[in-house]
Structure formats: C-alpha cells, structure tokens
C-alpha cells in the first residue's frame, strides 16, 4: 500500500504507505515521519544508532533523520509530510514542526500505544487511507487537519510519557524552546551559555532541568545536532571538509574533524567513504 497527495501549487506532500521500497516509488523530498510499528519488536537504525521499538511503538523524526529498517518481515505504518504540507499553515506551536514530537524533544521521541490508544490510532490511519482515496478540492484541508489530529493525540502520549509526572509545564516548556534555539543557532552558537541567556536562565539552571527530566545535557543536545549537519552535508553534498568545519562554526578543519572523530569514531573523509 502506497497512496499520497500533492499539491502542485505549494509543492505539498503526504504520504501513507507500508511498503520498504517507498522511497523508489514516492517523491524525492525532505520529509518528516511518523513511523508506527504494527507487529513484533525491531531494531531499528536512526542516524546509526539503534532504537528498540516496540509492538505499537511509534517514533517521530525530522528531515534530517534517517532511518533503516530490518531486513526482516515489519509491519508498518509510515506517515511522510513535508514543510510546506503542513507547516506553512498557521499552527499553535505544540502541533506545528516546531512542537515535542519533532525539534522539541531532547531524546528520539519514542511512543508506546497502550491497549486503549491502539483502536484510537488504528480508526485514525484509516479515514488517512479513506481520504487519500478521495480527489476533491477540499482533500489537502481535510488531510492537514486529521494530521493535526494526530500530532495532537501523539504530543499528548509524549508529554506523558517522556516527562516525571511532577515536572511543571514551565519546565517542560523550557525544554522545549532550548531545543528550538539550538536547531536555529547551532551554526553560530555551541555553548550552553548562549542559548540561557536567551532563555533568561542560568545554564546550572537549564542543566538542572534536563537532568531531572532524564534527557540529555544542554551541551549534548547541541553537539549531537552538530554532528547530524556534518553528517547530512558529508552525506548529500560534495563539500571539503573545510567548508563543512565554516559552515558549522568551527574556525579550523581540525577542530571540526576531531570533534566529529570524537562523536563518530570515524574522520570526516572516512565517514564520507564508508557511507
């Protein structure tokens, strides 16, 4: 199963399918992903790093990353949407592409459907499959709004799920917009200290609340989106390593090439041939 919209005018894409050669046979775009895993657990590769999922686990991921399925039998249900589906449109921030389940979330934003969940999501996907059917000039509004609706349902699983039950939505909030900064200023700006000043906090402070929440630290979180931007353009561009180090803030080839040996194990130019 493979069905997807386009609008030709905005160039907007959605796409439902099941299929592991879905990339042969839909649009070459950047898109975000909502994976859902029907069937047994999997080990699944995102970025290069492994991530159980679980029956019922759906994990959330941005254009920048990739994923790889076993080669093994999977049961799943992938969701594909790009920026200009969904977040031209004017979005409250907690359902927008800069909500949890996305730029928002310090750690891969793993959910865990329970028993009640299951049919909610099951009946959801379907009317997807209903609409996607359906070719009439009002099948774009129709299908942004159930995706809202699943954001919605997905950011409620995650809050729950992802943060201690005594943690306060100015916290939470917190998090969340520190997240956001780094993805805007990460080229420019790789100390803790930045990103708290402007967030009005102290970085003992911003680290106090990353801890009690169980996630990464500030500086982590800014050092893995680093890596993952080495990566993409190491990957997809035909860039020197010493326009990659620039581009990414780093004054010379060799303090960007020993922090990404440092984060990766490998140099920029072996991690390029082994890709």
């Known amino acids: 199963m493979l069905k997807a919209y386009k609008n030709f005018e905005l160039d907007g894409h959605l796409v439902l399918t099941d299929r592991k050669d879905w990339k042969e046979k839909s649009p070459d775009k ?9 069937g047994r657990a999997i080990d699944l590769l995102v970025d290069d790093m492994k991530v159980n999922l679980l029956h019922d686990g759906l994990i959330c991921l941005t254009p920048l990353q990739k994923f790889v399925l ?4 999977v049961d799943f249900y992938l969701l594909l949407f ?8 004017e979005n409250d921030h907690e359902v927008s592409c800069e ?42 509004e129709m299908l942004r709004m159930l ?9 409620r699983l995650a ?5 201690p039950d005594w943690m306060e939505n100015q916290q939470k909030e917190l998090i969340r917009q520190f997240n956001i900064l780094v993805e805007r200023h990460y080229r420019d700006h790789h100390r803790v200290a930045f990103y708290a000043r402007r967030l009005h906090k102290s970085p003992k402070t911003l680290s106090n609340v990353f801890l009690a929440a169980g996630h ?11 890596e993952l931007e080495g990566k993409r353009q190491l990957l997809k561009t035909n860039k020197l390593a010493k326009e990659i180090a620039y ?10 090439s020993r922090f990404f040996k440092k984060r990766t194990g490998l140099s920029p130019s072996a991690f390029r041939k082994g890709a």
């Open 82 to 89: 790009n920026r200009e589906f969904y977040c031209i449109h």
């Open 99 to 140: 909500g949890l389940l996305f730029w928002g979330s310090s750690e891969f934003p793993v959910l865990q459907l329970s028993e009640h969940e299951h049919p909610h999501f099951e009946s959801l996907y379907q009317v997807f499959m209903d609409e996607l059917d359906t070719r009439d000039k009002i099948q774009g």
């Open 30 to 38: 950047d898109y975000f992903k909502i994976l859902w895993n029907r």
């Open 159 to 163: 809050r729950s799920q992802h943060f």
């Open 147 to 155: 995706l809202k609706r699943l954001i919605i349902k997905s950011t």
């Open 216 to 226: 990464k630290t500030p500086l982590e979180m800014i050092h893995h989106r680093i």
């Open 70 to 73: 076993p080669e093994t039998e």
């Open 247 to 256: 581009d990414l803030g780093f004054e010379e080839q060799p303090h960007f």
